[in-house]
């Protein structure tokens, strides 16, 4: 009896260590595909704030020298569509980060209306360009992000009817936007505003500044991508291939502090390109 008693406990402790080594076993393989699945986000994580307003910068005057200096050449124009993904998501970055949200905006605005006073002198014309899309995009983001952020303070005290009463206030701003720019049909022909990108441009940042974290941000600005591709057809669709640097960020700034290098640089370029286009033309 002593004998099988022994041997069934021998047996017991084989059959423990087997499992505990099948289960160590299967943690050490958890773990390695853990460390490979980070090493393989740390390895395509490379691509800074800097690093993609440089994308777009340069994406961005290759698309103005293609439209203006080479009588709209397709190819130039096919690589500028990385340009304004870029900045509509580097804009959705800001509005949910920036410190001063009021200075930020004001930098927008102020240098969009000055290029849109120059631009009306030059061109007689009172389209919106890029800087007011954003603007309101800014305007819209800030809108979005305090009413989310007066859920999350009062989510408990707040009922089913008051969730809704907040939300009222941006949907309804994002209505009143489709209707200005025309994409709701109510006023009469001639009197929409046209911004550059459209109305679901000027949704773009607003959809991405939704998104709390780096995929969710991804798959809002597809979605708000598609629906400009949708909207704009022909080679806007190119534009998806800015998906691909986006999900490099690394959500850092970079070493270098160059907030200022676009506001320089925008109507810097757009007055050289233009310049030269008068001389060629």
């Avoid at 203006?68 to 959705?92: E, Q």
């Avoid at 459209?198 to 939704?210: D, E």
Wanted: charge should be positive; hydrophobic fraction near 50%; proline fraction near 2%.
């Amino acid at each position: 009896m002593n004998n099988k008693k022994y041997v069934k406990n021998i047996i017991k402790i084989i059959i423990a260590a087997e499992i505990g080594e099948m289960l160590d076993q299967m943690q050490r393989e958890e773990y390695n595909r853990y460390k490979k699945g980070r090493y393989f986000m740390e390895k395509i994580n490379k691509l800074s704030a800097n690093a993609l307003k440089m994308i777009a910068l340069v994406t961005m005057t290759i698309d103005h020298t293609g439209l203006l200096l080479m009588n709209n050449c397709r190819p130039l124009r096919i690589i500028g569509r990385l340009a304004f993904p870029i900045f509509a998501y580097m804009i959705a970055e800001g509005c949910r980060y920036t410190k001063n949200k009021r200075n930020y905006f004001l930098r927008i605005f102020l240098l969009g209306l000055l290029c849109q006073v120059v631009y009306y002198i030059a061109e007689q014309n009172v389209d919106q360009g890029i800087l007011m899309t954003f603007s309101v995009s800014i305007l819209l983001s800030y809108v979005v992000l305090w009413v989310e952020n007066r859920m999350g303070e009062s989510c408990r005290d707040t009922g089913h009817i008051n969730k809704i009463l907040l939300w009222l206030l941006p949907v309804g701003l994002i209505l009143l936007m489709a209707v200005i720019c025309g994409e709701i049909k109510l006023l009469p022909d001639g009197r929409y505003i046209l911004f550059d990108y459209g109305f679901y441009g000027i949704l773009l940042p607003v959809l991405i500044a939704l998104g709390r974290d780096k995929k969710q941000r991804l798959f809002l600005a597809a979605a708000g991508m598609t629906l400009i591709a949708f909207s704009l057809g022909g080679i806007q669709w190119y534009s998806l291939i800015a998906l691909f640097p986006l999900a490099c960020y690394n959500e850092k700034r970079g070493k270098w502090n160059l907030k200022y290098l676009f506001y320089i640089y925008y109507p810097l370029h757009m007055a050289i390109i233009y310049g030269l286009s008068m001389l060629i033309g």
